[in-house]
């Protein structure tokens, strides 16, 4: 099968690898902003369409764009070649994650921190983690995937037609999970940051991939083209970051340890859901090169979107945005661990054929 991994970059990038200690300097930053510059969140507030904040759309447009751009819409075709693990990875994602997510949240916000976390705030933090269980990952996946050593046109396979899912089960999971907390729902703003976060900068980037490379060709797109809009991904999640937090000073100040609080019920959801589709696989005799992107593309989220989302539906302040930042901070250290899981398990699969 011809490779059509387009992402060659030899591992994850200092600022990936360090991403969670740029969010927490992000959140002190952002955090001081709002304590004694309040003037520049004011002025941001008051760039907003539809409950969207303009400055953050730009941002996250940014983070969002590039990611689509990688992806190869085109390996859709080969989606009939063993199938299994394409069925494990939707399975997993889409009838397991999210309502997974939303018992662990619910279980520990309302349950185990009853004593610890408000009941408005509790239903914040879950609406936040059931929007973020909503998105599982994309691009990011092809990091994770490299280090696994997983067959990279599989990967892109399994990429590819979660985004297409994304397109029609994002919407009614998320608004079904949010009516079933008691939240409620703002269809119009709903609809309308899914279009504007996930089918513009879908559509965009297609059209940006296919005119490149007709242009310049495969090998130009993949290594001098794309690698361009690295360092403007990691720049608009952290400013976006630093905006968000500036809003969010006055909830993070005076609740300190709800930063922990989140982290442990994400953190315990993204193992639970690696080790569905982990060892799904390896019960169905998958290879380890299938089944360790399989259990990433699961256990990874697409934060990007979910925290835009987020800040369309409840607003940048409200702590449903902190809850899906939370589960920025501990993406890269929980999903680096799992990298190790999956390397030193490798022999519980069948051994790899030469491609």
């Not at 760039?47 to 983070?63: K, N, T």
């Not at 983690?129 to 997983?150: D, N």
Request: include cysteine.
């Amino acid at each position: 099968m011809e490779n059509k991994m387009e992402n060659k970059s030899t591992g994850i990038s200092f600022f990936e690898k360090y991403l969670s200690l740029w969010v927490a300097l992000c959140m002190v930053a952002g955090v001081m902003i709002g304590k004694f510059i309040p003037a520049i969140p004011q002025f941001l507030g008051k760039f907003e369409y539809a409950q969207v904040s303009i400055p953050i759309a730009i941002l996250i447009w940014l983070m969002i764009y590039p990611m689509m751009m990688k992806v190869d819409f085109a390996s859709v075709k080969d989606v009939g070649r063993n199938p299994k693990g394409l069925f494990v990875t939707w399975i997993t994602n889409w009838l397991i994650k999210p309502f997974s997510m939303y018992v662990i949240a619910w279980f520990f916000f309302f349950v185990v921190f009853k004593a610890l976390i408000p009941p408005d705030l509790a239903r914040d933090y879950l609406a936040g983690a059931i929007i973020l269980g909503a998105a599982p990952c994309t691009a990011m996946v092809f990091v994770w995937s490299h280090l696994t050593k997983g067959n990279p046109a599989y990967t892109v396979v399994q990429v590819a037609t979660n985004d297409l899912i994304i397109l029609v089960a994002f919407t009614p999971i998320v608004a079904l999970l949010l009516g079933i907390s008691g939240i409620t729902i703002p269809w119009d703003t709903l609809f309308l940051s899914v279009v504007l976060f996930v089918v513009i900068p879908l559509a965009g980037g297609v059209f940006t991939r296919k005119t490149v490379i007709k242009k310049k060709g495969l090998e130009y797109f993949n290594t001098r083209f794309i690698t361009k809009f690295n360092n403007i991904t990691i720049g608009g999640l952290l400013l976006t970051l630093v905006i968000i937090f500036s809003f969010q000073g006055d909830v993070i100040l005076n609740n300190p340890l709800h930063i922990l609080l989140i982290a442990i019920p994400l953190t315990i959801q993204t193992f639970f859901i690696f080790f569905v589709a982990y060892f799904s696989s390896m019960k169905l005799c998958l290879r380890h090169s299938v089944a360790a992107p399989a259990g990433m593309i699961g256990a990874s989220n697409f934060f990007e979107l979910a925290v835009a989302v987020a800040i369309a539906l409840f607003g940048p302040t409200s702590p449903v945005a902190l809850a899906t930042i939370v589960g920025v901070l501990v993406e890269v250290p929980v999903m680096l661990t799992l990298v190790k899981i999956a390397n030193k398990t490798k022999h519980w699969f069948p051994k790899e054929e030469n491609q």
